[in-house]
């Protein structure tokens, strides 16, 4: 738990400015299918100004501003700038921009300043938690939890992140204390609601749901859709939902917890940072291991490399190693121990290359990542989208890298497609 604590609920936000939920109640079953609905829906974007704006024009808290500063931000981003003014306002919203464009600071830094005007003008009302984040994996719940800390250092706001791999109790004993923020998988946490009711949400004001569409692809909406049904009504919470890429199905999804949201999307939707270079290279499969090996010796910073399967990570990493170069393996399988050990290894520079699954590919936020590989041809848009975001964040510059076998080409041919891209070869 972070010892950083509550505010008063939600005193002071404009809500009565929402109205009556468009186009009729939210959809009451629980077991409805994406499939069932077969109209596109279209969304109209909501006014806003992207540009930049310096964060102390923001009217944001001094403590927060301090934070903000401490961590080096001045700016900011564009997905910031259209965001932070709709949550202000406490409007529900969806939006979508490329990974790596600020998105987590978005949603947070207007909740942590509500919160702590908040608990200026009530500072006796505190214990009890008035934040929900899920997110769908250990690394983006750290990640986002990490985030919160570096905001709040000069506050007393205090935040625990809820996920599996660990032992529950010191978790447990956040959730009963009354937690200010709560950042979970959905899985843990519902563990946690079905032990001793330990959780309570009678006066939480705001949930975010951070990378929607990894939630919905890992299996996860049935259980957000049962946390959500312990939460306060759409009417006396503020829903954010957040994602670098929105696919329909999701968007359908969405209209289950949101109410007359707003719409931002910056860039394409589903597209890659700008600032991010793609390229191939042609490699028979039996090859790559050993030119992999050759292109990390000659490249400068830390490298991402991307494995379709567990086994093949940990086979590549063992490979990597056993060729002098520091590398390690990140995957579901690795207990939660070994799993931070890699990711704080390879942030310190122990280890010069991470090769993981696609559970790097969300809420690893590491600066300085020079170059993301493709061991083999990502399946789909999605997936080549939030790997290569793990590069190229925050206006740096980065290169993507997929290595593709002769049987690839087709494969190659449909991701471009799919992504609007031209990769270099």
Same mark, same amino acid.
């Given at each position: 738990?972070?010892?950083? *604590? ?8 404009? =809500?009565?400015?929402?109205?009556? !939920? ?25 006014? +806003? ?21 401490? =961590?080096?931000?001045? #700016? ?51 214990? +009890? ?84 569409? !990894? ?73 790559? &291991?050993? #030119? ?16 379709? &399967? ?40 122990? +280890? ?17 990542? *020079? ?12 997936? +080549? ?24 080409? !087709? ?15």
């Amino acid at each position: 738990m972070n010892s950083h *604590t509550s505010q008063p609920n939600a005193h002071g936000r404009n =809500r009565g400015r929402r109205g009556p !939920r468009k186009g009729g109640p939210r959809p009451a079953g629980r077991h409805a299918t994406v499939a069932a609905v077969a109209a596109p829906i279209t969304r109209k974007q909501a006014e +806003y100004d992207p540009k930049p704006v310096a964060f102390e024009t923001l009217g944001l808290e001094p403590s927060l501003i301090e934070g903000i500063r401490v =961590r080096g931000f001045n #700016w900011t981003t564009p997905i910031q700038s259209a965001v932070i003014p709709f949550v202000m306002n406490g409007d529900d919203l969806i939006g979508c921009a490329a990974t790596g464009t600020g998105k987590t600071a978005a949603f947070l830094l207007p909740i942590l300043d509500r919160m702590l005007k908040s608990r200026a003008a009530a500072p006796d009302e505190r214990g +009890y938690t008035r934040v929900l984040i899920l997110a769908p994996t250990r690394e983006l719940c750290v990640q986002i939890a990490d985030d919160v800390e570096g905001f709040t250092y000069h506050t007393d706001v205090t935040s625990v992140a809820v996920y599996g791999g660990v032992d529950m109790g010191p978790q447990e004993r956040a959730l009963k204390s009354g937690v200010d923020i709560i950042i979970a998988t959905p899985g843990r946490l519902m563990d946690h609601m079905r032990s001793h009711a330990v959780v309570k949400f009678d006066k939480l004001d705001t949930l975010v749901l951070d990378e929607a569409d !990894r939630m919905m692809d890992m299996g996860f909406w049935p259980d957000v859709r049962r946390i959500v049904a312990a939460l306060p009504d759409t009417a006396a919470r503020q829903t954010l939902l957040f994602s670098a890429t929105m696919p329909e199905e999701v968007m359908k999804l969405a209209d289950e917890v949101v109410a007359d949201p707003k719409y931002v999307q910056i860039g394409s939707s589903g597209g890659t940072a700008k600032t991010i270079t793609h390229a191939i290279e042609n490699v028979p499969s039996a090859q790559k &291991t050993e #030119w992999l090996a050759k292109f990390l010796r000659r490249t400068t910073g830390p490298v991402l490399v991307f494995s379709r &399967t567990k086994s093949g990570a940990d086979r590549l990493a063992r490979k990597l190693a056993s060729l002098g170069l520091k590398a390690v393996a990140l995957h579901a399988d690795r207990t939660q121990e070994q799993r931070t050990a890699a990711v704080e290894g390879f942030r310190s520079g122990t +280890y010069k290359v991470l090769v993981a699954t696609d559970v790097a590919a969300r809420g690893l936020d590491i600066d300085g990542i *020079t170059h993301v590989v493709n061991y083999e041809v990502p399946t789909s848009r999605d997936t +080549y989208v939030h790997r290569v975001g793990r590069t190229g964040r925050a206006e740096a510059t980065g290169t993507a890298l997929t290595l593709v076998a002769p049987e690839e080409s !087709r494969a190659l041919e449909a991701l471009q497609r799919s992504v609007g891209i031209e990769m270099l070869g």
